[in-house]
């Protein structure tokens, strides 16, 4: 038993649209990334902290986050302990924090971020997505 040609141009229809769908939903999110991205650098441009990249999450405590992160402006790579928050890989964010002796590790330059000392964050993905909207 063959597939009637409606049978066909339903399945090619609905496949069409099922594409649209998939395409519009990403091109929203991407937009509504690049805008978080945005609004990140005007929160940047104030002065009021420094951006930081998480590099790597190593360990995911009760009370927080060990991390790895690079400071965006020297490049430069610290542990950090994020206190009560299991803060995502890639994230960007602007914090006031100040580093300290680390007892688990004997690292005596651990940065210790507070949750009141994160300005803003944006996820990793946000700087992406502002490339492309801007290509």
């Known amino acids: 038993m063959q597939p009637s040609v409606g049978a066909f141009l339903v399945?090619?229809?609905?496949?069409?649209?099922?594409?649209a769908l998939t395409v519009r939903s990403r091109r929203k999110r991407t937009a509504g990334l690049a805008a978080q991205?945005?609004?990140?650098?005007?929160?940047?441009?104030?002065?009021?902290?420094?951006?930081?990249?998480?590099?790597?999450?190593?360990?995911?405590?009760?009370?927080?986050?060990?991390?790895v992160v690079t400071w965006c402006d020297t490049g430069r790579q610290?542990?950090?302990w994020f206190w009560d928050w299991h803060?995502?890989?890639?994230?960007y964010l602007l914090v006031n924090a100040s580093s300290g002796y680390g007892p688990h590790s004997h690292n005596p330059n651990v940065l210790y971020v507070q949750p009141g000392k994160v300005r803003v964050w944006v996820p990793g993905q946000a700087a992406r997505a502002a490339q492309r909207v801007s290509q």
């Open 78 to 80: 610290q542990d950090a």
């Open 37 to 67: 991205w945005q609004a990140f650098q005007q929160h940047r441009s104030s002065g009021q902290g420094e951006v930081l990249r998480v590099t790597r999450v190593y360990q995911h405590g009760r009370r927080g986050s060990k991390t």
């Open 87 to 91: 803060v995502p890989v890639g994230a």
């Open 11 to 19: 399945i090619v229809l609905v496949v069409a649209v099922t594409i």
